[in-house]
Nanobody, 124 residues
Framework: QVQLVESGGGLVQAGGSLRLSCAAS????????LGWFRQAPGKERDFVAT????????YYADSVKGRFTISRDNAKNTAFLQMNSLKPEDTAVYYC?????????????????WGQGTQVTVSS
């Protein structure tokens, strides 16, 4: 069992930056691919970014490509989402997820563990 806890969310002005963290406990998430998803008010949860367990493979939603960077530190059981050039449309609850597979995935249903989410609000 893996427990995931996100942190780093908050209120930021458009054009600003935030760095989200996802800390895993319970067991190491070595050999687990990780992903970030987000859910805006009144909308479905959407894929944001994913990273393989080695960190060698990453993939991003078109809406965040070039602005967000996903990374991980397996020695510290922590994943990160660096978000730059934030826009009001990035406002959402951001979720970290882990899947029992080394390969990354953009599919929400392929993830086995989820955090509780952290709110990101971008003001215009």
């Amino acid at each position: 069992q893996v427990q995931l806890v996100e942190s780093g969310g908050g209120l930021v002005q458009a054009g600003g930056s935030l760095r989200l963290s996802c800390a895993a406990s319970g067991r190491t998430f070595m050999n687990y691919a990780l992903g970030w998803f987000r859910q805006a008010p009144g909308k479905e949860r959407d894929f944001v970014a994913t990273i393989s367990w080695t960190g060698a493979s990453t993939y991003y939603a078109d809406s965040v490509k070039g602005r967000f960077t996903i990374s991980r530190d397996n020695a510290k059981n922590t994943a990160f989402l660096q978000m730059n050039s934030l826009k009001p449309e990035d406002t959402a609850v951001y979720y970290c997820a882990a899947r029992r597979n080394t390969a990354n995935s953009i599919r929400e249903y392929e993830y086995d563990y989820w955090g509780q989410g952290t709110q990101v609000t971008v003001s215009s």
